[in-house]
């Protein structure tokens, strides 16, 4: 069983730069990937970012590449997402996820997670 915790999550002008943080604790394997997702109300879970927390191989978004980076850091088991020239339009509950390392196709679906943290709140004033 994987246990995560998020943090990091809070208020920050329009182009301004956010660092959220993933806890990762319990039996997490180096096949392990770790994904990023968000959340606004009445709206699916949308994929933000991921990272494989071996090789540290990363996959974004069309919407956040190019501004949101993921690293690990494997001796402190915690993933983050670096969040850099925000918008208002990146307002969401910010969820990490983790799941065993299958297919490159699959660590886009929410579906294919089996643990999730509880989230943290961004917004984004404009």
């Known amino acids: 069983q994987v246990q995560l915790v998020e943090s990091g999550g809070g208020l920050v002008q329009t182009g301004g730069s956010l660092r959220l943080s993933c806890a990762v604790s319990g039996r997490v394997f180096s096949n392990y990937v770790i994904g990023w997702f968000r959340q606004t109300p009445g709206k699916e879970r949308e994929f933000v970012a991921a990272i494989r927390w071996s090789g540290g191989a990363d996959y974004y978004s069309k919407i956040v590449k190019g501004r949101f980076t993921a690293t690990r850091d494997n001796a402190k088991n915690t993933a983050y997402l670096q969040m850099n020239s925000l918008k208002p339009e990146d307002t969401a509950v910010y969820f990490c996820?983790?799941?065993?390392?299958?297919?490159?196709?699959?660590?886009?679906?929410?579906?294919?997670?089996?643990?999730w943290g509880q989230g943290t709140q961004v917004t984004v004033s404009s």
């Open positions: 996820a983790a799941v065993p390392y299958s297919d490159v196709s699959g660590i886009f679906s929410p579906r294919t997670y089996g643990s």
